[in-house]
């Protein structure tokens, strides 16, 4: 090693090449041996020299744990997060991480917040706590951007038609007298209280099937007009409204 002028550390390149790749010295033993940050070594590898540098060494108690058949057991067919295993083998995710892609291991998407809750993580409870300082009050009443203003109505219309409607605020929102509970249970029943979309059964809703109106003129209560759907793809319908009108059309024909 020698110093030159404008440099803390002159480093030979073939010193270092001979050092690394030939003896296979790791970059920690020759930055000890050379009394310099490794850092420093690092910069000069990386930026200046352009020597390739090999991937990080796993320990050998982890080479022999990280099998393919252990890593399929855990993370595939148990369905742990590489979180979990990594805790439980005391090392970080990078190593689990490595030899998944090595055996071409699918890695799924996580959410390190996945099944915990704020009364068996302290993290949960405290970024809810400081989540809900931060947003009280924010967005609500006389903070909110809309308080005091009412819709144009412009505003109104362009909200109709982005939800599939004519451009006429509050069309068809009444109600016919026939639009019982009875001509409900009707729909309800002869839809064999199934959501005519996804399929889920009444009990599987929690709750009463809701009944839509296919062309969305809620004065037209005939049955055929009718179907029995969940809240949740009922609350779908309310946008894309002329998907949904030749959706449902092409249901009761095929009846």
């Known amino acids: 090693m020698r110093k030159k002028r ?3 550390y002159s480093l030979d390149k073939q010193f270092l090449i001979n050092e690394y790749n030939n003896k296979n010295k790791s ?3 020759i930055s000890k041996e050379l009394k310099i940050p490794f850092a420093t070594l690092y910069h000069y590898f990386r930026n200046i020299f352009h020597i390739p540098i090999r991937s990080i060494v796993i320990n050998w108690r982890l080479k022999e744990i990280l099998t393919k058949e252990f890593l399929i057991q855990e993370y595939v067919i148990k369905k742990r997060i590489m979180r979990d295993i990594a805790k439980e083998l005391k090392c970080s995710v990078v190593p689990i991480r490595k030899y998944l892609k090595l055996y071409n291991v699918p890695i799924r998407k996580e959410v390190w917040n996945k099944n915990l ?3 068996t993580d302290e993290r949960v409870a405290k970024y809810g ?3 809900s300082k931060t947003l009280k ?3 609500t009443g006389k903070n909110s951007p809309s308080f005091g203003i009412a819709p144009t109505e412009e505003t109104r219309r362009k909200i109709s038609l982005s939800k599939g409607g004519t451009g006429i605020p509050y069309e068809y929102t009444e109600y016919g007298s026939e639009f019982d509970s009875d001509l409900k249970e009707q729909v309800r029943l002869r839809d064999r209280y199934k ?5 889920c059964s009444q009990l599987e809703n929690g709750q009463q099937l809701d009944c839509h109106h296919i062309d969305y003129n809620k004065k037209n209560t005939t049955l055929k007009n009718l179907v029995a759907l969940c809240v949740s793809c009922h609350r779908k319908t309310n946008s894309n409204r002329q998907h949904w009108l030749s959706y449902f059309c092409k249901l009761v024909l095929s009846k």
Do not use: A
């Open 129 to 131: 706590r400081s989540g």
């Open 195 to 199: 959501c005519r979309i996804c399929g």
């Open 27 to 29: 970059l920690t033993q």
């Open 117 to 119: 809750t704020k009364e």
């Open 137 to 139: 009050g924010t967005r």
């Open 6 to 8: 404008g440099l803390k």
